[in-house]
């Protein structure tokens, strides 16, 4: 049985639900066929202290124990998916082979006491600009996975993950730390991050917005001063926490 054709109107209720179970359930909905479905949200604090959260369409009970036992360090779904710092593509999808999982037996045993089997699926990662990431994994017990099956619905299940990786960072932010209030710029200021945020570079910003490198690297300087960072997009990551990057009109001429 194969997942059938999703519309953008199922998507978007995915941000509609009311927690994580609820989020997991809902998507769970998407993936006739593939039956089983878990998601590893994994969170870079300040101090680059690192948070795992982890949810499935099994009982609580085994979320739990997942994270409690760190499960995660021997995960291969986890370990073998592509990081961003890698010299592989992130959004490449890990197909599951017979040997997968062979040196993971504290995992798969622990799973076995909860009635799950790793057997046929694939995994999906996820990033975002605060180098934050999600594993998605979608899998069954019988039937293998076909190259057909996986090359019809890889692109929807990235999409999946986009959403449920929003989702959740949303869900767990305020548990990782206590942001400080949203620094006060300029709306030169502002125009400069965001120019920044797009270009990564002062010398196209300059160009962008018809002004010196040495005025643009004036106001990346204060940006950084107000917000305590010691880079420019380090600045842009705490400005995007804050929903600050998004584009507005562009203020009135003059500093």
């Given at each position: 049985?194969?997942?059938?054709?999703?519309?953008?109107?199922?998507?978007?209720?995915?941000?509609?639900?009311?927690?994580?179970?609820?989020?997991?359930?809902?998507?769970?909905?998407?993936?006739?066929?593939?039956?089983?479905?878990?998601?590893?949200?994994?969170?870079?604090?300040?101090?680059?202290?690192?948070?795992?959260?982890?949810?499935?369409?099994?009982?609580?009970?085994?979320?739990?124990?997942?994270?409690?036992d760190?499960?995660?360090?021997?995960?291969?779904?986890i370990?073998?998916?592509?990081?961003?710092?890698?010299?592989?593509?992130?959004?490449?999808?890990?197909?599951?082979?017979?040997?997968?999982?062979?040196?993971?037996?504290?995992?798969c045993?622990?799973?076995?006491?909860?009635?799950?089997?790793?057997?046929?699926?694939?995994?999906?990662?996820?990033f975002?600009?605060?180098?934050?990431?999600?594993?998605?994994?979608?899998?069954?017990?019988?039937?293998?996975?076909?190259?057909?099956?996986?090359?019809?619905?890889?692109?929807?299940?990235?999409?999946?993950?986009?959403?449920l990786?929003g989702?959740?960072?949303?869900?767990?932010?305020?548990?990782?730390?206590?942001?400080?209030?949203?620094?006060?710029?300029?709306?030169r200021?502002?125009?400069?991050?965001?120019?920044?945020?797009?270009?990564?570079?002062?010398?196209?910003?300059?160009?962008?917005?018809?002004?010196?490198?040495?005025t643009?690297?004036?106001?990346?300087?204060?940006?950084?001063?107000?917000?305590?960072?010691?880079?420019?997009?380090?600045?842009?990551?705490?400005?995007?926490?804050?929903?600050?990057?998004?584009?507005?009109?562009?203020p009135?001429k003059?500093?």
């Amino acid at each position: 049985m194969s997942m059938p054709e999703w519309t953008p109107e199922q998507f978007d209720l995915v941000l509609k639900q009311g927690g994580p179970r609820a989020l997991i359930k809902h998507a769970q909905s998407l993936i006739a066929g593939l039956d089983c479905l878990s998601v590893t949200l994994r969170v870079r604090a300040a101090g680059h202290k690192v948070h795992f959260y982890h949810y499935s369409s099994f009982a609580p009970a085994w979320d739990q124990r997942y994270i409690a036992d760190k499960l995660f360090d021997i995960d291969p779904s986890i370990s073998k998916s592509h990081h961003p710092d890698s010299h592989c593509h992130g959004e490449l999808p890990l197909v599951w082979h017979s040997r997968l999982f062979d040196e993971a037996m504290p995992l798969c045993e622990t799973a076995a006491e909860f009635g799950i089997s790793f057997c046929h699926g694939w995994s999906q990662s996820i990033f975002d600009a605060r180098q934050n990431s999600t594993v998605v994994n979608v899998f069954r017990s019988h039937g293998p996975i076909s190259a057909k099956e996986l090359y019809e619905h890889e692109a929807w299940v990235l999409l999946l993950g986009n959403r449920l990786h929003g989702a959740l960072y949303k869900h767990h932010l305020p548990d990782i730390c206590s942001p400080a209030p949203a620094p006060s710029l300029s709306p030169r200021e502002l125009e400069v991050i965001r120019t920044y945020d797009e270009l990564s570079s002062a010398k196209r910003v300059a160009k962008a917005l018809s002004m010196s490198v040495s005025t643009v690297n004036f106001h990346m300087g204060n940006v950084r001063k107000k917000t305590g960072a010691k880079t420019s997009m380090a600045a842009a990551n705490r400005l995007r926490d804050h929903d600050l990057l998004e584009h507005s009109p562009p203020p009135d001429k003059g500093l």
